[in-house]
């Protein structure tokens, strides 16, 4: 799969801007500020609807102006799909394929497989359970359409669930039949859910280990762990043991919404114990990880996005990165990053095309 062409119209500090791509790699150079990362969102954007750094889609459109529009030409084994997504201050978004709007902005995820590695992947570590839950969901999500479907039904029960504890506490008034039709859909859904991860996270370890080894010396040890309320107990058996303390919190406790990840090195959590180069080294090996799983279950090369690559890294780690992406034919490339010079050297020494965009 290919992007060909990226065309722009007021999306964040671009008015209007249009790029042809290199089959291989493509690096976007300059200072801060130009605008080298929001041309890498505009590429997330095509594959996922939304912006990977900002989710209010009125603070996409370029300051002024009362739209964007972000179109991309693709090449695709089935043949040439051109998307657009649109958003125009106060309405709904748009996106189209081959000039066709979607229903349901799910039916669109998963069609254009994509990974981005950016600094901001550290929230991953730092951030809440919610963070590590999205990145579970994402990466099932992109070859698993059912799942997405089952997640959103459940996200969808779990508000109804909880705004029924809230207006039973609000009116004084309890009516447990009701609590139970939801808790037996919560049931149905967060199971399917807890063993899609779970089968997940044994499949994805393995290559996450893998990639760690790669990119570390090898030193230290790392680990990747599920955790889930689920696999002490049955889903319907929480709901009802724990009735009183929902009832109470006006909050549903336990499900599949509390599941995270624990990320550790040598036994413990690498958000305290790990350097800044091992939490880089670490992220980077999880999105690698992603990238292999979405390949062997899409068949397809998925896109990689290169946010910023340097950051926090040394000349050596990034080019032996590089390396792994060539050696390992990973497709098209896309690299963000301040040091025109810094970057070509790299990328010249993996010996494929390359296009360079000075911003």
Known sequence: MLLNKLSLLNYKNFETETFSFDPKINCFVGHNGVGKTNVLDAIYHLSFGKSYFNPITSQNIKHGEDFFVVEGEYEKETGSEKILVSAKRGQKKIIKRNAKAYEKFSEHIGFLPLVIISPSDRDLITEGSDTRRKFIDGVISQGDSKYLHTLLNYNKVLAQRNSLLKYFAANNTHNQDTVDIYNEQLHQYGTEIFNKRN????????????????????????????????????????????????????????????????????????????????????????????????????????????????????????????????????????????????TENVIKKVGQSYKMFKL
Request: charged share 25%.
């Open 199 to 342: 089968q997940f996270l044994e499949d994805f370890t393995p290559i996450f280990l893998n990639r760690y080894r790669a990119i570390s010396s090898g030193s230290e040890t790392v680990s990747l762990a599920y955790s889930s309320q689920l696999k002490e107990k049955d889903l319907l058996l929480l709901l009802q043991e724990n009735a009183l303390k929902d009832k109470l919190s006006q909050y549903t406790n336990f499900g599949i919404h509390k599941d995270d990840l624990s990320f550790e090195i040598d036994e413990h959590p690498i958000k305290k114990f790990g350097s800044q180069g091992q939490q880089k080294s670490y992220l980077i090996a999880l999105k690698l990880a992603q990238f292999d799983f979405i390949k062997q279950q899409s068949k397809v090369n998925p896109i990689l996005l290169l946010d910023d690559i340097f950051d926090k890294l040394d000349e050596q780690r990034v080019e032996q990165i590089i390396n792994l992406v060539h050696d390992e034919n990973f497709g098209q490339l896309f690299i963000s990053d301040t040091h025109a010079d810094r």
